[in-house]
Nanobody, 124 residues
Framework: QGRLVESGGGLVQAGGSLRLSCEAS????????VGWFRQAPGKEREFVAL????????YYVNSVKGRFTISRDNAKTTVFLQMNSLKPEDTATYYC?????????????????WGQGTQVTVSS
């Protein structure tokens, strides 16, 4: 099935931008849903954004709407999370995950494969 690898995290000042990438080795992402989650220290992993399989519908948690954009490249091997207007509360480890299910997948149990995570730190 291949594995998921996230990249693009780093340290940025509040108001800045980062673009995270999630690449799947050994498969395309055109027929599966890919979600981004994040987990801050001491907190549960939370849903951030989702792009569905063939239709490419997108969903976001309210706290990132208008600031984050999830997209997929034309070859459909990489999913991106463009993060603008970053806030200190966006600081977390960000994970991408893959699901064969359809619909608005917001729970960690909805997903079958996970990447190792990439750290995003936003300084005030």
């Amino acid at each position: 099935q291949g594995r998921l690898v996230e990249s693009g995290g780093g340290l940025v000042q509040a108001g800045g931008s980062l673009r995270l990438s999630c690449e799947a080795s050994g498969r395309t992402l055109s027929t599966v849903s890919v979600g981004w989650f994040r987990q801050a220290p001491g907190k549960e992993r939370e849903f951030v954004a989702l792009i569905t399989g063939a239709a490419g519908n997108t969903y976001y948690v309210n706290s990132v709407k208008g600031r984050f954009t999830i997209s997929r490249d034309n070859a459909k091997t990489t999913v991106f999370l463009q993060m603008n207007s970053l806030k200190p509360e966006d600081t977390a480890t960000y994970y991408c995950a893959l699901s064969r299910r359809s619909g608005y997948l917001r729970l960690t149990n909805d997903y079958d494969y996970w990447g190792q995570g990439t750290q995003v730190t936003v300084s005030s």
